[in-house]
């Protein structure tokens, strides 16, 4: 299984939010890192197809995606940044419908919800209203929709944001459990999240793709003399150091 | 001054308050108009603005007719007005009917010289038969039949009241009422001894009608009551937007804000008042006139022969205005009680809703003879309809005792009122924004459990559906589409007079297939003619009977149909040209109600920030929209069946068509060179399912044109702009709008008996339409489907 991009170029107006953009996903964790505005949400909703592509391309198992329509959305799995929800429905409703619209049915629906609920420690809160929801919950049903029907390729857009340390460790280790045979890309701000998890991690900076690396190759790659924060070099060392102005 | 600001000077809601006042003004000029001008037989004359001068003469001859008869005694008065009634009534049956020998007058000049001081009418009848003639002449004979109604009210007034005196005496010796403490022997005495307070009033002939009609205008306390609410509402904002904790924190954001929005209250219901109730009763009384009567004794007014007050009609004016500004401020703070007593925005607003609609049902739908009528008024209403509680005397039985309707009102006030003020000025300040205990939250979990078993099984379309009616307050808009279809007008006719009488007779007698029976029938008739008195003018009229039938017969033969007389005027009132103009305002009410429906539908997904989500799903693209569109389709046919079926229930039972659908077309002169052999029956079916498809249309461009629209509340907006107003004013008389506008083609009735005369350019407006709504529908499959 293989999530390929080529060439990718995205522009708002004279904005280039994506300049050429290369890599090559398999199964693993791909933490992306950037500041605001380099390109990590543009970068997720061109391979969601829910922005149009100025140029470039992006294949699943060598097709394009484009071609693949329906097909790849079988396998997708996609959790947006901003907090759109239908606030009317329970949690149980929420997931429901998106696993319906996901194509499942019947009793397949009704046990994989609940399986994703009780993941996103939501079984207990799983009859009221999402209105109702702090953010972190609202954050856990988001959560929850990406992950019914067994994507095989996951995009998390600051999954973790909103949520307390406890709840963070729990999704953490979740999405881990998941990427043996998944392609998972996580945007975050919190860069322990993707320190602890990610396989491979992308440094975004103006639409441009700087370095994609381990993120021990990453921390190693700091100069000598560079002054950790904390004492210990670490992956927030290597965004200061890379993507700070 | 901050509060004060935020909830006044807000745009949004300042212009809908004001559009309220806007529509709540037209609302009642139309029922002016149509009281003015309607008549109370076969026909509707449906007055329309553009009647407005024919209206305001008949009113100013109203008027001048009380000031020349003021002083005189009842009996003449009623004498005189009957008079006036021949003297109008000769003119229409002179015009109509000439031949007539009961008429009053038997030549123009005698009519005219007869209506000389009546110049609108004379013109009017000058100009010859036509709906303006019959408009104005209504006008004027509801102007006159009103005086006479009034005089003969005021001459038994007192004869009534001392009726209810010896009444009370007679029927308390009956053994039914007779019983000593039971309610009935009380009622009887407490009614007795409430009209002995006006026993000997000196009711006063005057004008009365602008009080009357205003008071007969209910829509005003409604709109009154939408104004509070939208007041109450703009209180929960903070919350809403979730700073209520940090308005909360502030200085001024407990019992002082509650203080303010109090004070705001009471300004917002002064205002609602003058509004929605002082600027209607102000019109009317300058349309009707008889500001200089209001010094007369409340019960000169028919509308308060019940009501025991010995005041007059100024002071009661006063009184009135002062509960109905304290009735405002009341069912403002009973709002306000139950929205923030519910910690949760939405919950309460539905909560609420459902306590006003139990309230109403039982304001409107409880027998006033029922034990419970006392809910009838203690009663949320019975302070929306303020005016009901002085025009409706009645006693209701309060464990063995009659208490006066009003007294049960204004003790409702005074003590829930107080009780409210507490609530809203003591405990609500000191209610905290978390952790409040929220047992109605508890509920609506265990209720979401059950529904859940049930929805957790919807399909996609069923999720679509469901989201459209639950979510989208569609089972409310199609409740409301509903009732409001149930009252619409079916019938419009701009009068085209029977000519001849006698002509007409016998083709009503005739109708139904030629043959046989039809030569017996006129022959038989020849025979009779021959030997009445009337027998030149009867003879006359059989000859163009026969000439009638025997075109009838060729044509059919040419056309390979059977021959039949019909009266092609009952179908042109129903389907043809005289129809226009109602079947135009019922096509544009039903685009408006089918735009609202359908607005909402993909609005609701930007709204709620959820697309990329869906569109990221398999079946978020193709699949969503195919549903979408079927839900259109399916709110578009609901509208249809509401207003048209219910027009052809209309039409065939009420309006007595059902025995000559079997009629070809081809009978009908305007309908001769119609492309197609059709029965009426045919022409109808094809006529409501040309309909269906152009509301079903109509659906799908209101979706179209949402799913532009970033919320759901701008594509309200934006639909009906685009779709309803155009066609409303089209409907109005604004013909520049049926070209922007589906009015003609959803009406359809125009066109397709346009087609009568075998001309294709009358299909050009429903092709117009259909590439229109094909195109939206494409775009938007495209927009949403591939990006």
Redesign the interface.
Known sequence: MKLEIKNLTKRYGDNLALKDLSITFEPGIYGILGANGAGKSTLM?LI?????RDGGSILFDGTDILDLG??F??V?G?M?Q?????????A??FV???G????I?GKA??QQ?GKVLELTNLTDV????V??FSGGMKQRV?LA?ALIGDPKVLLLDEPTAGLDPRERVRIRTFIKELSQDMIVLLTTHIVTDIESIADQVLLLKKGELLRVDTPHALIASLPADWKPALGIPSLEDVYMYFLGE | MNEWKRVFLSPRRLGLLLLAAVLCLAAFLVTVLDSALDNKWDYYTNASLEDFDKALAASTYRSALIEAWKGKPLEEIIALAQAELQRVDGVQAWVYSPGWSGGMYHSDEEAAAAIADLPALLEAMRRGADRDLYVTYTGFYNAAESIREEAAYLAGYSDYLAGIQSEAETRSQTSLFGKPGSFARRNLAKTAEDFETILGVQVAFGNSLGLERWLDFGLGDYFHLLAIAVIVMSFLEERRHGLWPAVRATRGGRGRLALTRLGILCVSSLLATALYSFLPFAVSMWFHGGWQDLSRPLQSVEHFGTCPLKISIAQWLLQFFAVKVLSGVFIGLLLWCVLCSITNPQFSVAVLGIALAAEYALYEFLPVQSILNVFKYFNLFAYVHTSALYTNYLNVDLFGFPVGIRTIAWCGLAVIGSLCLFWTLYVLPKRRPEGNRDHLSRISGAVNKGLDTVRSRFSIGGWEGYKSLAYQYGLLLMALVFVLSGRMSYLDSDITPQVDAMYEAYMGDMEGPIDESTDAYLDRARDLATESDNASSLLQALDKVEARVSVLRERAAAGGYQPWVANEYDFDIVYGPQSQNQQRLNAAIAILMTAILAAPLYAFERQAGVVPMLRSAPGGRLHLFRRKVLIAALLGAFVWACVYIREYVYVLVDYKMLPVMAVPIGNLDSLTHFPLHLTMWQYAALLYAVRLLMLVLTAEASLALGALCSNVRTAYLTCAALLGIPGLLCAFGAEIFQWVSPVVSVSSAELLWGMGSGSPVYLLPWLAWLAVAAAALLLTRKKWVHG
């Not at chain 1, 969601?48 to 149009?52: L, M």
């Not at chain 1, 319906?100 to 194509?103: D, N, Q, S, T, V």
Request: cysteine-free.
């Open positions: 909703n969601t197809d829910n922005v149009k329906d097909k959305r079988a997708l996609f947006p901003q907090q759109g929800i239908y606030e009317q429905m329970t149980e409703n429901s419908y998106m319906r619209l996901k194509g049915r629906l009704r919800v799983r009859h009221k209203k209105g109702s988001l929709q």
